[in-house]
């Protein structure tokens, strides 16, 4: 029994020992950890001016600019979050914004804090705008005269909540004062104490931990048991900008346009012979304005006789405007893109317009690029206001949209125009490298579908029917093609004993006819094609059809295109 005493002190003391050591362990294992985070580390803020963004419940790597008190942020982030309508032309140091019915414009980094509506002046009470190593900066607050969306700034440190749509969100008040911690974690540091009392947002709720945001838009975590009265509630939507308002010149029924290539004064005595048979058609648009240098200056080929004469037949002449004959003569982003030659340009179209009685525009401008397309846009923006107090229609021609030509901006065309007209052809085009259709019902099928959904209205999206096909002619592993109408391809075929097979995936009649060496394809353009894709359009109830070009048609296409105008129901 000695012999045991000694173990048996050893093993009190051991357990002593081991009991004055778990004690601090577990206390320390239990604990709540007091670390503060420094919120500037924490939001990587390296200079006074830098405000992190918190878009909805969000932390986005974009940052405002805070400069003398006053919130700035850069263009790309006007851009894709708020508005797109903001035209800045660096060149002229002017930053525009169009409405319905005037021009707004602000200098950049001339340090003025007033602005002008037309030619009156306006005091904003801060400068609009300045660059900074190559960027934009527009100020906030100057951007929401022209976009719906709030905003919150909070300090120390700098930091800012904004709101570009509203809905249901989850809310708690805490029912103590609580810690906010970078992640759910009693060890984890704080970011922030929320008095009791607080309302917060409820972003993910969980057993023990739920993710928060704070009234001061710091988002982190929360122990759940101190959250209580959780209910949705609906957000208020800021109504500040309500939007431009464009007058309604479009028709409620369908319009059924014909483009009329006039290449010469003389060309306009053909009027009477393209439309005899032309049943349907109730939009004629003769080529008849061309631009051909830098001045803005164009090429005039219009005739008041010419409408008088189309007005008697009941239709409404939308002379075309292009880009094409004089291409290579002139810059189209210098012309655009100059304030004063936009002018010009614009002026002359609107003499133009009343000087032979028009009723429409018809913008076909093929020459756009990427750096041009603001350009392009803004002279768009401007022309409506002066189409829209003339009360006439101003429609624009574009390609079938792609990922290459997303810069079109085809929703804002679907804003200013009246009628954003798809060139629903040249699915393969002249000189192209493969053998294929003008234009098969898929790819008419994806343009109009893809317009649709770039945000184009169907009552203002009309669809351009190709009145021409191609002959494909392939000799010793080379391809060449020529363009004919749809009457001289037809008759080209029939006397080479040409055989045809419906291809009900294309929807249109597929010839191919081998002569030694050589390989001739057709993917004819005819009367079953034409109907297929007029059956197509109807489903889509769009603001019409349009033809490329008069005179060479098969006259037997005009009762299906009177057929597909009097069934049309234009944006059900």
Not at 110 to 136: C, P
Not at 334 to 350: F, N
Request: net charge negative.
């Amino acid at each position: 029994m000695k012999r045991l005493i000694p173990f048996a002190v050893a093993v009190v003391l051991i357990v002593i020992v081991g009991v004055f050591w778990l004690i601090p362990e577990i206390r320390k294992r239990t604990s709540y950890s007091t670390e503060r985070v420094d919120l500037n580390e924490y939001y990587q803020i390296y200079s006074s001016t830098e405000v992190p963004v918190m878009l909805q419940d969000e932390l986005i790597e974009e940052r405002a600019q805070l400069v003398d008190g006053v919130v700035y942020v850069d263009q790309d982030f006007v851009s894709n979050h708020l508005t797109d309508r903001f035209y800045y032309n660096e060149a002229e140091g002017v930053l525009l914004y169009t409405t319905a019915t005037d021009v707004i414009r602000a200098g950049v980094d001339d340090g003025s804090t007033v602005y002008y509506v037309g030619e009156e002046e306006i005091s904003a009470g801060y400068q609009i705008a300045y660059t900074k190593q190559g960027k934009l900066f527009i100020a906030l607050d100057y951007v929401k005269n022209y976009a719906n969306f709030e905003y919150e700034l909070f300090r120390e440190p700098n930091r800012m909540q904004l709101y570009t749509e509203w809905g249901k969100i989850t809310t708690a008040t805490v029912s103590d004062d609580v810690e906010v911690r970078t992640l759910g974690g009693i060890k984890c540091p704080i970011l922030t104490t929320v008095p009791a009392g607080s309302k917060v947002t409820v972003l993910n709720q969980m057993e023990t931990w739920t993710e928060i945001k704070t009234p001061d838009a710091i988002k982190g975590y929360v122990e759940t048991k101190y959250l209580k009265n959780i209910a949705e509630e609906e957000q208020v939507p800021v109504t500040d900008f309500a939007g431009i308002q464009y007058p309604k010149v479009t028709s409620d029924e369908a319009i059924c346009l014909g483009w009329h290539y006039v290449g010469s004064q003389s060309a306009n005595d053909n009027l009477a012979s393209l439309v005899k048979n032309a049943s349907g058609m109730n939009v004629i648009s003769p080529t008849w304005f061309f631009v051909k240098d830098n001045e803005g200056t164009i090429l005039d080929l219009g005739s008041r006789s010419y409408v008088e004469k189309a007005h008697q037949r009941g239709l409404e002449v939308w002379a075309l405007v292009e880009d094409i004959t004089y291409k290579g003569k002139f810059d189209l982003g210098v012309v655009l893109g100059t304030s004063e030659k936009r002018a010009v340009l614009i002026d002359t179209l609107m003499d133009a317009v009343n000087k032979y009685g028009l009723d429409g525009l018809n913008i076909d401008f093929e020459g756009v690029s990427k750096e041009s397309a603001p350009h392009f846009l803004q002279f768009l923006r401007e022309l409506s206001i002066r189409t829209h107090e003339a009360g006439i229609i101003l429609s624009v021609d574009n390609y079938m949209p792609n990922q290459g030509n997303r810069y079109y901006k085809y929703a804002e065309q679907g804003i200013v125009a009246d009628y954003v007209i798809l060139m629903g052809y040249d699915e393969h085009w002249a000189g192209c490298e493969e053998a294929g259709s003008v234009a098969s019902l898929p790819f008419v099928q994806n343009g109009i579908s893809g317009a649709i959904d770039l945000g184009v209205p169907s009552e203002k999206l009309i669809n351009a029917l190709p009145f021409y096909t191609r002959v494909w002619e392939t000799t010793g592993g080379k391809l060449k093609d020529t363009t004919d109408s749809m009457v001289n391809v037809a008759l080209w075929a029939s006397a080479r004993g040409m055989e045809f097979t419906w291809d009900s995936e294309l929807c249109q009649n597929y010839g191919r006819l081998e002569k030694g060496d050589t390989v001739y394809e057709v993917w004819m353009e005819d009367t079953d094609s034409i109907q297929a894709k007029l059956n197509l359009m109807l489903d889509y109830h769009l603001g019409g059809v349009a033809c490329w070009m008069l005179g060479y048609e098969d006259p037997a296409v005009w009762p299906l295109l009177q057929g597909y105008v009097e069934t049309n129901v234009v944006g059900n």
